[in-house]
């Protein structure tokens, strides 16, 4: 009994199709001397592809086996695939073939993959950039489970930029069994940043929590206004569940609702602060600036107890922010609270503050913050 898991690909291609031949009572013939031929490894490579072409013209689908199988024996060389590419492109009409590998090329072609799945599910590896983004979206709109494999080689190579990596990690993680064909779509279009407004229903239909990031992810990224718009109001629509999102979102919508095509990136950003640098959330605090014009939203951001949007919101609100409130923060246990606020009662001069500020310069203990004391003119050479 022959091993089929030690014979190369195209010996077991050629057992196959002898067995198939026998039990049909086909005579086999006419077709023994290409065969041979195209198997001799002395003869000249232009030879062995012309035997294959003859072998093409009297049993297509058997040539065309045997020629990824060839290809798949000799790693992928140019000996064999570029006469598989012709052969597909005369089946097919598929002209997108000239920079695909041969798993690539395999990948492609529904009766292929099925004889060589596992050969191909094994090379993933070794897909080009190019090859891997195009796979994720081929076996998306194949709905072939595949996918994981290919979003798990993504992933491994860090190659996909830190927002749209996200739909990556889902796409690697999930069951892809809870997975419709629509959403497996609208999770490879975002992790190219080509999200489409029909996207947006499938992932907004999705009952688990990582859609929510996801539109989000879309709101930040998306250069669509009209994706953005409807990413936004999907979020808006649906129990967001983690924060600072939750309380963004509720404050948009309760106070400026129209006003989200303008805001929703800026939210979306400041609400995936674990992805987004800190130079992109403080460039989203400037885009909410004009809408932080009192204590109020200010305090929206210190009771969501997230110590670095608050410092952040000081830093861009501190100055008109009432003395009361910055009296407060010259308490708080961080201690770039407590500077940013010295540096936002900047230019009160009223006997009431001069007098807290004396206060609080006396109890400070730490030398940092006593030095952004120091440097306006409240505290007198004789305090120092």
Not at 136 to 149: D, G, I, R, S, T
Not at 179 to 192: E, I, P
Not at 300 to 321: H, N
Not at 347 to 357: A, K
């Amino acid at each position: 009994m022959l091993d089929r898991k030690k014979m190369s690909h195209s010996a077991r291609i050629i057992n196959d199709w002898h067995g198939t031949m026998m039990k049909s009572g086909t005579n086999i013939g006419p077709l023994a001397p290409p065969i041979l031929q195209i198997l001799d490894n002395s003869l000249p490579i232009p030879k062995r592809q012309a035997e294959l072409r003859t072998l093409h013209d009297r049993s297509p689908i058997f040539a065309l086996y045997l020629s990824a199988a060839l290809g798949l024996d000799t790693k992928g060389d140019y000996t064999f695939t570029p006469i598989l590419k012709s052969f597909l492109k005369e089946k097919s009409g598929n002209n997108d073939l000239d920079e695909k590998s041969i798993y690539a090329v395999i990948l492609s072609e529904k009766d292929l993959l099925l004889q060589f799945e596992e050969a191909v599910s094994a090379s993933f590896a070794d897909f080009s950039e190019n090859d891997l983004a195009w796979g994720m979206l081929f076996l998306a709109e194949q709905n072939n489970l595949l996918l994981k494999n290919v979003a798990n080689e993504v992933l491994a190579r860090e190659v996909v930029p830190t927002f749209k990596r996200e739909f990556v990690r889902v796409l690697a993680g999930v069951d892809h069994f809870s997975l419709n064909k629509k959403l497996k779509l609208a999770l490879v279009r975002g992790s190219t940043g080509k999200t489409r407004i029909d996207d947006i229903p499938a992932l907004g239909r999705w009952s688990n929590q990582e859609a929510e990031r996801l539109l989000l992810i879309i709101c930040a990224i998306t250069e669509d206004e009209k994706v953005r718009n409807n990413a936004f109001a999907t979020v808006a629509q649906r129990s967001v569940s983690f924060e600072p999102a939750r309380t963004l979102v509720r404050w948009v919508q309760n106070n400026y609702w129209k006003k989200k095509g303008s805001l929703a990136k800026a939210i979306a950003v400041i609400s995936l602060q674990d992805l987004a640098s800190d130079e992109q959330v403080e460039k989203a605090f400037d885009i909410l600036l004009p809408y932080l014009k009192d204590e109020k939203a200010f305090r929206m951001f210190e009771k969501l107890g997230d110590e670095k949007l608050s410092l952040m919101a000081l830093k861009k609100v501190g100055k008109i922010l009432p003395d009361t409130v910055l009296f407060e923060l010259l308490k708080h246990k961080r201690k770039e609270v407590r500077m940013k606020a010295v540096e936002s009662l900047r230019g009160r001069n009223g006997l009431h503050v001069l007098q807290m500020i004396n206060r609080a310069y006396e109890r400070e203990k730490d030398p940092d913050v006593k030095k952004v004391f120091e440097k306006s003119s409240w505290i007198r050479k004789d305090k120092k």
